[in-house]
């Protein structure tokens, strides 16, 4: 959708006639062109949001089945090395090959959501990360392994794109950050769960465990209904009622919404079919820039490799006892996404990105000079401390804003016409990079602990340049806002 052109309806902005007010500014004289009674219709919005809330919850059992894929290789390596007799570089393909699955579940992602509706994704999602933890259980060798994990990583490729957007569309707009934050809390809530039990559970168990989160996901999108705005586009219209009055409550009028929704459907079905082509049209390339470019360096700062192979790094370090800081890493990853949760409807998105990349700079530069010194046996009694302190400092930073606002902001920077095909090359680049940090780490760890850190620290600082010059705020504007600002 071009935003000098269509309105986003999903937002609630109030029109009589639909091709007249497409023609007018958003912006006049400063203001925004809303409705008299916008207020009264935000108010009853609010009103009954039980409906969204346990529409949420059951949407981010996905996120937390993807934090238990992504958390399973940090405490299981030593174990699964030494009973299937893997070496180093088999293992750091298992580990890696999770992104590659997620690569292609990405690509289909955005297709799959539009064909099959949210919900119907989600589903598809859970099948395959239990085919793959079963898998991963019966595996006696690196083949049956890898195969599981590649499962489990289409899986969560599909449910990194349709967890966020079906949050997103359902949820009201002063909620919107702070729900999809809920996204990103339950990924590293569970793969915190699996740094904790994998330090006292077998491998096979916690395999096992994976299989919980989609058994809960199935049933409670029995309860849940499906995305109004996707069902109102695929012209299910007795569906689309019956779905917006769940989520709105049985005594809010939805007349007005779903005439609204209708009416931009209507002249979205107008436009022509999206190709991932059309995302390099001049009207979508800013969007396009803004979300490719918080995906790759939310990856190259590092957070795979490091996350990935945390208990291995700790030991490395000199720490006694990987699980130890391992363990401690799972804490402080959930604590501190609560607070970045907390903050992102309060202090805005770019403020979180920048102090989350510095507080990542600090703590790669930390665990950097830890190792140096271990490499110039200066310090010694020092160098465990300070790479645990660095450690935990990064991912604590990474967890207050890095983790969740890039998700947060790909669900609101793209128009709904191009959101699949758009969400789809998002999601691919996420796990292009992902795939690369998680397969190069013990290589490059192999050939310098300091240099590894140093180069991780090198994009934090990029990052932080990337944020202050391309990304805009989005907080508390409507989708419509936000592309204005953007095209501005």
């Given at each position: 959708?071009?935003?000098?052109?269509?309105?986003?309806?999903?937002?609630?902005?109030?029109?009589?006639?639909?091709?007249?007010?497409?023609?007018?500014?958003?912006?006049?004289?400063?203001?925004?062109?809303?409705?008299?009674?916008?207020?009264?219709?935000?108010?009853?919005?609010?009103?009954?949001?039980?409906?969204?809330?346990?529409?949420?919850?059951?949407?981010?059992?996905?996120?937390?089945?993807?934090?238990?894929?992504?958390?399973?290789?940090?405490?299981?390596?030593?174990?699964?090395?030494?009973?299937?007799?893997?070496?180093?570089?088999?293992?750091?393909?298992?580990?890696?090959?999770?992104?590659?699955?997620?690569?292609?579940?990405?690509?289909?992602?955005?297709?799959?959501?539009?064909?099959?509706?949210?919900?119907?994704?989600?589903?598809?999602?859970?099948?395959?990360?239990?085919?793959?933890?079963?898998?991963?259980?019966?595996?006696?060798?690196?083949?049956?392994?890898?195969?599981?994990?590649?499962?489990?990583?289409?899986?969560?490729?599909?449910?990194?794109?349709?967890?966020?957007?079906?949050?997103?569309?359902?949820?009201?707009?002063?909620?919107?950050?702070?729900?999809?934050?809920?996204?990103?809390?339950?990924?590293?809530?569970?793969?915190?769960?699996?740094?904790?039990?994998?330090?006292?559970?077998?491998?096979?168990?916690?395999?096992?465990?994976?299989?919980?989160?989609?058994?809960?996901?199935?049933?409670?999108?029995?309860?849940?209904?499906?995305?109004?705005?996707?069902?109102?586009?695929?012209?299910?219209?007795?569906?689309?009622?019956?779905?917006?009055?769940?989520?709105?409550?049985?005594?809010?009028?939805?007349?007005?919404?779903?005439?609204?929704?209708?009416?931009?459907?209507?002249?979205?079905?107008?436009?022509?079919?999206?190709?991932?082509?059309?995302?390099?049209?001049?009207?979508?390339?800013?969007?396009?820039?803004?979300?490719?470019?918080?995906?790759?360096?939310?990856?190259?700062?590092?957070?795979?490799?490091?996350?990935?192979?945390?208990?291995?790094?700790?030991?490395?370090?000199?720490?006694?006892?990987?699980?130890?800081?391992?363990?401690?890493?799972?804490?402080?990853?959930?604590?501190?996404?609560?607070?970045?949760?907390?903050?992102?409807?309060?202090?805005?998105?770019?403020?979180?990105?920048?102090?989350?990349?510095?507080?990542?700079?600090?703590?790669?530069?930390?665990?950097?000079?830890?190792?140096?010194?271990?490499?110039?046996?200066?310090?010694?009694?020092?160098?465990?401390?300070?790479?645990?302190?660095?450690?935990?400092?990064?991912?604590?930073?990474?967890?207050?804003?890095?983790?969740?606002?890039?998700?947060?902001?790909?669900?609101?920077?793209?128009?709904?016409?191009?959101?699949?095909?758009?969400?789809?090359?998002?999601?691919?680049?996420?796990?292009?990079?992902?795939?690369?940090?998680?397969?190069?780490?013990?290589?490059?760890?192999?050939?310098?602990?300091?240099?590894?850190?140093?180069?991780?620290?090198?994009?934090?600082?990029?990052?932080?340049?990337?944020?202050?010059?391309?990304?805009?705020?989005?907080?508390?504007?409507?989708?419509?806002?936000?592309?204005a600002s953007i095209n501005g």
């Open positions: 959708m071009a935003t000098d052109q269509f309105k986003d309806i999903e937002n609630g902005i109030s029109h009589n006639n639909i091709l007249e007010d497409l023609e007018k500014p958003f912006i006049q004289n400063g203001k925004m062109v809303v409705s008299e009674d916008s207020s009264s219709e935000a108010d009853k919005e609010n009103g009954s949001i039980a409906m969204v809330l346990l529409s949420t919850c059951a949407a981010v059992c996905g996120s937390f089945e993807f934090g238990s894929c992504v958390g399973y290789s940090a405490p299981t390596q030593s174990a699964i090395r030494e009973d299937l007799n893997l070496s180093l570089a088999e293992f750091s393909m298992f580990g890696s090959i999770l992104t590659i699955g997620a690569m292609i579940g990405g690509i289909t992602s955005g297709r799959i959501a539009d064909f099959v509706g949210r919900k119907g994704a989600m589903r598809i999602s859970a099948v395959f990360c239990v085919i793959g933890w079963l898998a991963v259980y019966f595996s006696t060798g690196a083949l049956i392994l890898d195969f599981g994990r590649f499962c489990t990583g289409y899986g969560i490729g599909i449910f990194s794109y349709a967890v966020p957007v079906f949050i997103a569309e359902i949820a009201p707009k002063n909620l919107r950050g702070g729900l999809a934050t809920i996204n990103q809390l339950m990924i590293v809530s569970g793969s915190s769960v699996a740094y904790l039990l994998g330090t006292v559970v077998s491998w096979q168990t916690l395999a096992l465990t994976g299989i919980l989160p989609c058994i809960v996901l199935f049933v409670g999108l029995f309860f849940t209904p499906e995305s109004p705005r996707w069902l109102a586009n695929v012209g299910r219209e007795k569906d689309f009622l019956v779905a917006l009055r769940r989520l709105r409550g049985k005594d809010a009028d939805i007349t007005r919404e779903a005439a609204e929704i209708e009416a931009y459907n209507v002249t979205l079905r107008s436009l022509p079919k999206s190709r991932m082509l059309d995302l390099f049209d001049r009207k979508y390339i800013r969007s396009v820039m803004i979300g490719v470019g918080l995906m790759v360096f939310q990856q190259f700062i590092g957070i795979n490799g490091i996350s990935f192979y945390a208990s291995e790094t700790f030991a490395e370090a000199g720490l006694s006892s990987g699980k130890t800081g391992t363990v401690a890493y799972a804490i402080v990853q959930v604590l501190l996404t609560v607070v970045g949760a907390l903050l992102m409807d309060k202090s805005g998105r770019r403020p979180l990105l920048m102090v989350s990349a510095s507080g990542t700079f600090i703590g790669c530069f930390l665990t950097g000079a830890s190792f140096y010194l271990k490499g110039q046996n200066l310090l010694l009694e020092w160098v465990p401390l300070l790479a645990v302190s660095g450690v935990l400092i990064y991912i604590a930073a990474f967890s207050i804003g890095m983790g969740a606002v890039p998700w947060v902001i790909m669900s609101e920077i793209f128009p709904i016409n191009v959101k699949g095909a758009a969400g789809s090359l998002v999601v691919l680049v996420n796990w292009i990079g992902a795939w690369a940090v998680s397969f190069t780490f013990n290589f490059l760890m192999s050939w310098s602990s300091t240099g590894t850190f140093f180069i991780y620290a090198g994009f934090c600082v990029l990052t932080v340049l990337f944020v202050a010059r391309l990304v805009p705020e989005t907080k508390g504007k409507t989708l419509e806002e936000v592309q």
